[in-house]
């Protein structure tokens, strides 16, 4: 439940944040830009909070149109339902505007005016990232080494040359000092089809270029399993079988292990590493299997029924024991980088534009059915990704800001009717021929374009559940 609840807070907490960039976008510029903002809200429904600003104008007026002044001063609002926002502007299309209101009404704007207004909620999801990859850069971001373990015979990553030890240098043109900027590279890479360059520097220290088939990428970074895919996994510090830490009435500890217990040998198999004893209690769920430990310098052997655990479909082993870790034992497989202000700066915006250009790419090939619907993430793993992430740190929880609002300023400029895209795709069409569409043409439209919304929103809600219950 206290899991549930950090996810839910993480979620809601993110949401608020980034729904308020944008709409603080669209409320900036038309303040800048002299239209009348009437309601600046964070969230939709009954409002939770709320205080109203004053009105801007200072010459007063008489009987009821003093009253319509005093009104218009800016209200504030946090409302019930955190899943939006909105800014509500003075506009005649809405209401009847008093004569010296007009020049302040959204409606009566230049197309330019109109579009500035729109385009700035976007712009300011992308502004927002910016900030936060270079506060991240700036900051310094610890991640772990390019470092790659186990390739895998047969795999793409074999056929290409690369092996055991090799260390990512660049992919392309990016370079890749950690692991997830490797990730993030050949991501970017996999979406463009052509054969993808990587360098890297081998177990003698020698640079060396291997190269990627970019019609064996395409497609691979389904489910997050692109690595796997391309057949190489990150090298990890070896971990003796050194019990170090027991869950209390798991089987482990219910059989008689101990603290600082050594692990010998299961079944008369010699156990080497944690990851082999991990593997053998996997494939054992419900056995009984003889243990030989050493404890302080004397062997003994304990017998241990393995419990059961159920992951997508299938029953593995498990005992409740974790490993015991030097502290510092991940030295080596740890780096940490740090740009200066300027530098930071270019880096930032290089990660902001590459990252829409891969969102953008990813929406058309599912939209052509290149990649599968499993790659669109609803509330749910929103949500749960909200509360991993924050649980891991501010560094991580910036990142994951970053890439939500970048998603939320790709999706808002879509040409759909409802968002952003789609009041740009109207202004354009009246810039073209020079009136606006009918009212009739942009209320159909609008009908369009929700039901576009509610089905992509329907759609992602079931690739969350059905990726939820497997």
């Given at each position: 439940?206290?899991?549930?609840?950090?996810?839910?807070?993480?979620?809601?907490?993110?949401?608020?944040?980034?729904?308020?960039?944008?709409?603080?976008g669209?409320?900036?510029?038309?303040?800048?830009?002299?239209?009348?903002?009437?309601?600046f809200?964070?969230?939709?429904?009954?409002?939770?909070?709320?205080f109203?600003?004053?009105?801007?104008?200072?010459?007063?007026?008489?009987?009821?149109?003093?009253?319509?002044?005093?009104?218009?001063?800016?209200?504030?609002?946090?409302?019930?339902?955190?899943?939006?926002?909105?800014?509500?502007m003075?506009?005649?299309?809405?209401?009847?505007?008093?004569?010296?209101?007009?020049?302040?009404?959204?409606?009566?704007?230049?197309?330019?005016?109109?579009?500035?207004?729109?385009?700035?909620?976007?712009l300011?999801?992308?502004?927002?990232?910016?900030?936060?990859?270079?506060?991240?850069?700036?900051?310094?971001?610890?991640?772990?080494?390019?470092?790659?373990?186990?390739?895998?015979?047969?795999?793409?990553?074999a056929?290409?040359?690369?092996?055991?030890?090799?260390?990512?240098?660049?992919?392309?043109?990016?370079?890749?000092?950690?692991?997830?900027?490797?990730?993030?590279?050949?991501?970017?890479?996999?979406?463009?089809?052509?054969?993808?360059?990587v360098?890297?520097?081998?177990?003698?220290?020698?640079?060396?270029?291997?190269?990627?088939?970019?019609?064996r990428?395409?497609?691979?970074?389904?489910?997050?399993?692109?690595?796997?895919?391309?057949?190489?996994?990150?090298?990890r510090?070896?971990?003796?079988?050194?019990?170090?830490?027991?869950?209390?009435?798991?089987?482990?500890?219910?059989?008689?292990?101990?603290?600082?217990?050594?692990?010998l040998?299961?079944?008369?198999?010699?156990?080497?590493?944690?990851?082999?004893?991990?593997?053998?209690?996997?494939?054992?769920?419900?056995?009984?299997?003889?243990?030989?430990?050493?404890?302080?310098?004397?062997?003994?052997?304990?017998?241990l029924?393995?419990?059961?655990?159920?992951?997508?479909?299938?029953?593995?082993?498990?005992?409740?024991?974790?490993?015991?870790?030097?502290?510092?034992?991940?030295?080596?497989?740890?780096?940490?980088?740090?740009?200066?202000?300027?530098?930071?700066?270019?880096?930032?915006?290089?990660?902001?534009a590459?990252?829409?250009?891969?969102?953008?790419?990813?929406?058309?090939?599912?939209?052509?059915?290149?990649?599968?619907?499993?790659?669109?993430?609803?509330?749910?793993?929103?949500?749960?990704?909200?509360?991993?992430?924050?649980?891991?740190?501010?560094?991580?929880?910036?990142?994951?800001?970053?890439?939500?609002?970048?998603?939320?300023?790709?999706?808002?400029?879509?040409?759909?009717?409802?968002?952003?895209?789609?009041?740009?795709?109207?202004?354009m069409?009246?810039?073209?021929?020079?009136?606006?569409?009918?009212?009739?043409?942009?209320?159909?439209?609008?009908?369009?374009?929700?039901?576009?919304?509610?089905?992509?929103?329907?759609?992602?809600?079931?690739?969350?559940?059905?990726?939820?219950?497997?």
């Amino acid at each position: 439940m206290s899991s549930f609840l950090f996810s839910a807070g993480s979620f809601v907490i993110a949401l608020a944040i980034l729904i308020a960039v944008h709409e603080f976008g669209h409320f900036w510029v038309a303040r800048k830009l002299g239209v009348k903002v009437l309601r600046f809200s964070i969230g939709f429904g009954k409002p939770l909070f709320s205080f109203r600003g004053k009105s801007s104008r200072s010459d007063g007026g008489s009987g009821s149109e003093a009253q319509f002044e005093a009104d218009l001063g800016t209200e504030y609002v946090l409302a019930a339902i955190p899943l939006g926002g909105y800014v509500k502007m003075l506009d005649e299309r809405e209401g009847a505007v008093p004569e010296h209101y007009l020049s302040q009404s959204f409606n009566r704007q230049s197309v330019v005016v109109r579009s500035a207004i729109v385009v700035a909620g976007p712009l300011f999801n992308f502004l927002f990232a910016l900030l936060a990859f270079w506060l991240i850069a700036v900051s310094g971001d610890t991640g772990s080494r390019p470092w790659i373990g186990k390739v895998s015979e047969s795999s793409i990553a074999a056929e290409a040359g690369f092996a055991q030890d090799d260390e990512f240098l660049s992919v392309g043109d990016t370079p890749t000092p950690t692991w997830e900027s490797a990730v993030y590279a050949l991501l970017t890479e996999s979406t463009v089809g052509g054969d993808v360059v990587v360098k890297v520097r081998d177990a003698k220290g020698y640079e060396r270029i291997r190269v990627l088939p970019g019609d064996r990428l395409l497609g691979l970074a389904e489910d997050g399993r692109l690595l796997d895919r391309l057949g190489f996994a990150p090298k990890r510090p070896i971990i003796d079988p050194v019990i170090g830490q027991l869950v209390s009435g798991e089987p482990a500890e219910q059989s008689g292990f101990k603290v600082g217990d050594r692990v010998l040998s299961i079944d008369g198999i010699e156990v080497n590493t944690w990851s082999e004893l991990v593997e053998y209690v996997r494939q054992k769920p419900g056995k009984l299997v003889d243990v030989t430990i050493d404890r302080m310098g004397v062997t003994s052997e304990i017998k241990l029924i393995i419990g059961q655990t159920k992951q997508a479909e299938q029953v593995f082993g498990r005992i409740g024991a974790g490993p015991y870790v030097a502290e510092n034992l991940f030295d080596d497989y740890r780096v940490e980088v740090v740009y200066g202000p300027i530098d930071a700066v270019g880096v930032a915006a290089t990660k902001t534009a590459e990252m829409s250009l891969f969102m953008l790419k990813m929406l058309g090939r599912m939209l052509t059915g290149d990649i599968s619907i499993k790659n669109l993430s609803g509330p749910i793993s929103i949500a749960q990704t909200a509360g991993k992430t924050a649980s891991y740190g501010l560094t991580q929880f910036l990142k994951f800001l970053a890439l939500v609002s970048i998603s939320l300023g790709v999706l808002n400029l879509l040409p759909v009717p409802v968002l952003d895209g789609g009041h740009l795709l109207f202004f354009m069409i009246e810039a073209v021929k020079g009136s606006p569409l009918s009212e009739s043409a942009q209320v159909l439209g609008q009908r369009l374009g929700l039901v576009i919304l509610l089905s992509l929103m329907t759609l992602a809600f079931y690739v969350d559940l059905s990726r939820l219950f497997n």
